[in-house]
């Protein structure tokens, strides 16, 4: 207190450099002023003999320090100021007596710097590690002068009353300010952290700071700090301040100019003194606590280069080009509406005058075939051969189905038509006890056609599926609000901590714009929206025109071909709009807690898409839109499990495994009896009876083939991902769970097509050319996707190994490239489940098969 009120006296308001006792943080510093005042004095302390040495650079000092002698070391140099010259000290004591602690204290210009050797370093559950060797950088405080000459002491002391031996040498550092694009090699230790000085040339405002090794192990840090007295550089202090990311193999730290004033920065690079950070072997614990650990060679070879990063022309450049493909599709949709209603005008032309329209667009042609009997199709003839194609009818080319040639005149589907329009819920349709025994007879014929399954209202229809997207943009809504906040807080956090071990970006090519580390990432997802949007602006141009035909009373909208429901439609392009904002929300700060947001709507997409396909031909009973979401709901519920528990956890992989082959088995059951059958205590009773009558008793087939075909394969598929899941027990359960579904929507997919060839049906040239491009587009996307150019399953040490360099306009990379891709293959496949039964549109519903 005493010397605290004498240093105030003399200093006025305080200005001036403070003294050693008055500097935070540094306890070792102000043990040595008080030793130092004791040595002179005599107040405080025993009396030491100083000595001052005159020292110089590159030589070797040999010399004992005990309790009774302190020793300084003066040495000089000449600081240029266009010049920068490292400056290092490397100390080993060659005592093995670990009570013997010798204090080194560095004074310079503006910095003061101390360490105690043998170091202590301390690791996982406070383990001790000492190192006997120590190197140590001193920090370069800057000078306004042309040429300066600066001093530093080196002052040598211990409490130890036994001598001990150490050697000093202080050395210039060759290479210590980095040069831009060359690679500079050097070695570091826990004990002997190096750094070094890079200054940005003009004319470059972004560098990416790249650090690589060969060895694997030792863990290893690398942190880009301002140019700043005192530097970070050991192993416990080294995330205090600056960006700073842990490495194994690879390590790139992308630095703007506007961060650092002095248009300048340090490059550190630390050795840590243990590697579970990069996902390395738990070492023992001790068995006491203060037990020290021998750490053993941990010393590191690596290198160090600067290149510049990618200029605004560039940023432009991608920009214009991500715009400039999503567009292309907007332009050629607009190109293929006009020829389309330039093809529909013309017909309509022709259709107001008879006489221009030749015989065939008459229908006076030839009767066609009569078309197959329901009890012919999908039936094997006596030597196990099914019928052949011919027998089948191509009812889309049947000429009764023609304008003018329907059996129902203008005023009965008049009257139908205002009939359909009047209130009538579907509730009041289906608690009717005479309609459900309709049900009952319709829905188990042994060979149903649409118009079987096309009884209810239509309005009512249209008003249920309506609510998928009323739902999904309600969930949109709900859902996106909060992750966009907590995205938002996970940069913010990035950016005011410095810790680039947070987010699990492709370093080499995660190019910055604003408070985002990762803006490419982030605009590759822009085609997920905007296609997204196209197709909805296509089924609404489709809506428009569908119910234009039906207030004119067009008998093919009215009475042929698929009913036309779009609310499904218009779920599938939200959920691909909002697949996009999430995954863009994802990509701003990918991690482990939120994966979650860039899978959630492929599961929504994947199970739309399974829906869509299941109410094509059987409208009256699909699923209603709370059940579907309710489902949905819990297959995002159990991937948030499986992401939290299911790593290694065999408890959770018995039981997502049981309730996966259950569920499989109850929506079999749905699909087979097309919803005529009840869960109740008495199902496993009526299982075994059915079982007995028809398999064992009678040795009678399934009723429905086809059905029993696609449930059995189905079946197979998911008993199979049960038992891999199970067995292996992936550690990305919300990938597993992806290919869960997408398998299910394939094998449903392929199904529906060949049912629909064996039919009799055709695939018109605009969905054949949509399949083909579709499975072309898929194929590249799924090969950029396996790239796999980080993965949050490992540490982000280890993620880090799979980073990669742009590949495209040296802006984008793999990932990128598979969001363009998988955006156009998505939008290429829903317009191929819009465009996919445009040959019916003419066909009346009794003859378009149910499977």
């Not at 428009?544 to 429901?565: F, M, S, Y």
Request: aromatic share 12%.
């Amino acid at each position: 207190m005493l010397l605290r009120n004498y240093w105030k006296s003399r200093h006025k308001n305080g200005r001036g450099p403070a003294p050693c006792w008055i500097r935070p943080g540094l306890a070792a510093v102000l043990w040595f002023c008080v030793t130092q005042l004791g040595s002179g004095g005599g107040a405080v302390g025993e009396t030491k003999s100083v000595v001052q040495k005159d020292a110089e650079f590159d030589v070797t000092y040999n010399d004992t320090v005990t309790s009774e002698n302190q020793t300084i070391y003066a040495f000089n140099h000449t600081v240029s100021r266009n010049k920068t010259e490292g400056v290092r000290l490397s100390v080993d004591v060659l005592s093995q007596d670990l009570d013997s602690t010798i204090l080194f204290v560095v004074r310079q210009k503006q910095a003061v710097l101390s360490f105690q050797v043998p170091l202590i370093l301390r690791g996982l559950y406070q383990r001790k590690y000492p190192y006997n060797h120590v190197g140590r950088t001193l920090c370069q405080p800057p000078t306004r002068a042309a040429s300066e000459t600066q001093y530093f002491f080196v002052d040598v002391s211990t409490l130890s009353s036994q001598g001990t031996n150490y050697q000093l040498r202080v050395s210039r550092v060759e290479s210590f300010t980095l040069q831009t694009d060359k690679k500079f090699s050097f070695t570091a230790s826990p004990s002997q952290p190096q750094y070094f000085k890079y200054v940005f040339p003009d004319g470059v405002d972004t560098v990416i700071v790249k650090v690589n090794s060969d060895m694997t192990f030792p863990c290893s840090v690398m942190s880009i700090q301002d140019i700043q007295c005192p530097v970070y550089d050991l192993d416990n202090n080294v995330a205090f301040i600056g960006m700073y990311q842990t490495m194994t193999k690879k390590g790139a730290i992308t630095v703007q100019r506007k961060d650092f004033p002095s248009n300048s920065f340090y490059v550190v690079v630390v050795v840590k003194t243990e590697d579970e950070a990069c996902g390395g072997p738990l070492r023992f614990y001790p068995l006491r606590p203060d037990e020290l650990i021998d750490a053993g060679n941990r010393s590191k070879v690596l290198d160090v280069v600067v290149t510049p990063a990618i200029n605004s022309k560039v940023y432009v450049m991608g920009m214009l080009f991500c715009l400039g493909i999503f567009f292309s599709f907007y332009l050629l949709t607009f190109l293929m509406a006009c020829v389309e209603n330039k093809r529909m005008n013309k017909k309509r032309e022709l259709f107001q005058n008879p006489s221009d329209m030749s015989p065939a667009e008459t229908g006076s042609t030839a009767p066609s075939k009569t078309p197959a009997s329901p009890y012919e199709y999908g039936s094997f003839a006596d030597n196990g051969s099914t019928l052949s194609s011919e027998a089948i009818t191509d009812s889309a080319t049947s000429t009764d189905n023609n304008y003018g040639y329907m059996e129902r005149s203008l005023d009965s589907v008049g009257r139908s038509r205002q009939e359909s329009l009047s209130s009538v819920e579907e509730d009041d349709y289906d608690t009717l006890d005479d309609i459900n025994s309709d049900k009952n007879i319709v829905r188990t014929k042994k060979f149903l056609c649409v118009a079987d399954l096309a009884r209810k209202d239509k309005r009512v229809l249209s008003k249920k599926y309506q609510i998928y997207f009323w739902n999904i943009a309600t969930i949109a809504v709900f859902y996106a609000l909060p992750v966009i906040q907590l995205v938002i807080t996970y940069q913010t956090v990035v950016n005011v901590t410095g810790n680039q071990d947070i987010c699990y970006y492709n370093f080499l090519c995660a190019h910055p714009l604003g408070a985002l580390s990762a803006f490419n990432n982030i605009l590759s997802n822009l085609g997920y929206v905007m296609l997204g949007l196209l197709f909805l602006l296509i089924v609404l141009k489709r809506d428009i025109v569908h119910n234009r035909a039906l207030v004119r009373n067009d008998l093919n909208a009215l009475e042929c071909g698929i009913p036309k429901h779009f609310g499904l439609f218009y779920a599938m392009g939200t959920a691909l709009m909002m697949e996009g904002l999430l995954s863009a929300c994802y990509h701003v700060c990918p991690n482990y807690t939120n994966f979650q947001f860039d899978t959630s709507f492929m599961y929504m997409i994947a199970g739309l898409c399974m829906l869509k396909l299941y109410q094509k031909r059987h409208p009256d009973i699909n699923a209603s839109a709370y059940t579907a979401y309710a489902c949905l709901a819990a297959v995002i519920f159990f991937s948030v499990l499986g992401v939290v528990f299911g790593k290694g956890n065999t408890v959770f992989w018995i039981i997502f495994s049981v309730i996966h082959i259950l569920a499989t088995l109850l929506l079999s059951t749905q699909l087979y009896y097309m919803g005529r059958w009840r869960l109740d205590s008495g199902v496993l009773r009526r299982m075994v009876y059915i079982i007995y009558t028809d398999s064992i008793r009678q040795c009678s087939g399934p009723m429905y083939i086809d059905r029993m075909v696609l449930l059995v394969m189905g079946n197979i598929v998911n008993w199979s991902l049960a038992a891999y899941g199970l067995i292996e027990r992936p550690n990305d359960f919300a990938s597993y769970l992806l290919a869960i579904a997408i398998c299910n929507l394939l094998l449903y997919f392929a199904f529906y097509i060949i049912m629909k060839l064996r039919s009799g049906e055709r695939i018109q040239c605009l969905a054949l050319v949509c399949i083909l491009f579709t499975a072309v587009i898929w194929g590249f996307a799924l090969y950029f996707f396996f790239q796999g150019l980080s993965t949050w399953q490992k540490t982000p040490a280890e993620s880090r190994e799979h980073n990669r360099d742009c590949i495209l306009l040296s802006f984008f990379d793999d990932h990128d490239i598979w969001h363009f891709l998988s955006s156009i293959a998505m939008f290429g496949s829903f317009l191929v489940l819009l465009t996919m039964d445009d040959d019916l549109d003419t066909v009346q519903r009794d003859k378009i098969y149910v499977f």
